[in-house]
């Protein structure tokens, strides 16, 4: 009788699996934490690109050395950031605390309010690290930045 | 259900950060990534970030070495 009930529980199972991947076989959504870490992964390679910008901006006389100095601060605050996403990411916590953990990272990280600080070109350095923190944001339904 | 399918959900539930998973997220976990065992999809996740994190690491390292180069004195 027991033994019937799990051949009946599995064949159920089956039944419920075979007609779910029917509808959603065309449009497999990518898991969340594969989608966040390979964000994280898009931030830091922008980081990198744009620490070696401002260095070669700094390099050629673009822009001042105290401009160098404001944008690798947020450089540095962002990837500081990013770390403390990934942290998040392998944690043993469930998604929903860590998309409220994630989005308080990036809120309280203060990148929004830096490019008003800066010149048109050190601006467009920030401006490629926002767009990607603000995707971040939107995998996890948080706010702009 | 059966102790594989048990054991297969417990794994999927450590792999993926989102509490009980649904049958459907299962399957959609299995057609993205054909063949792979909730081990290796766990540590492609965990690979992935830890690139992210030795990027991180890199751009902070050549970040302090040019401001102690040019630091004024």
């Known amino acids: 009788m027991k033994l019937q009930r799990s051949k009946l529980s599995a064949l159920v199972l089956v039944l419920i699996m075979t007609s779910c991947a029917a509808k959603n076989s065309t449009t497999p959504s990518t898991p969340a934490n594969v989608q966040m870490a390979s964000l994280s992964k898009a931030l830091a390679d922008a980081l990198s690109t ?36 990934d942290a998040q990411l392998v944690s043993a916590s469930d998604w929903p605390t860590q998309k409220a953990a994630i989005i308080k990272i990036w809120t309280t990280a203060g990148l929004s309010t830096a490019k008003s600080q800066l010149s048109p070109t050190a601006g ?12 971040i944001l939107a995998a996890v339904g948080g706010p702009a930045i | 259900m059966n102790p594989a399918t048990i054991a297969l959900i417990q794994l999927l539930n450590v792999a993926v950060p989102g509490g009980i998973l649904l049958v459907k ?21 965990k690979e ?10 890199a751009t902070i390292a050549e970040i302090l070495a040019d401001q102690a180069a040019h630091k004024t004195p």
Not at chain 1, 68 to 75: A, C, E, M, P, R
Not at chain 1, 126 to 131: F, S, V, Y
Not at chain 2, 48 to 57: F, I, S
């Open chain 2, 25 to 45: 997220d299962i399957i959609d976990l299995f057609h993205k990534y054909p063949g792979l065992t909730p081990d290796q999809f766990l540590a492609i996740v």
């Open chain 2, 48 to 57: 992935v970030v830890t690139k992210a994190d030795a990027t991180y690491d």
């Open chain 1, 50 to 85: 744009a620490s070696k910008s401002v260095i070669t901006l700094r390099d050629n006389g673009t822009i001042s050395q105290k401009e160098t100095l404001d944008v690798q601060g947020y450089i540095l605050v962002a990837a500081n950031s990013g770390k403390q996403m």
């Open chain 1, 124 to 135: 467009v350095i920030l401006d490629t690290i926002i767009n990607v923190v603000n995707q």
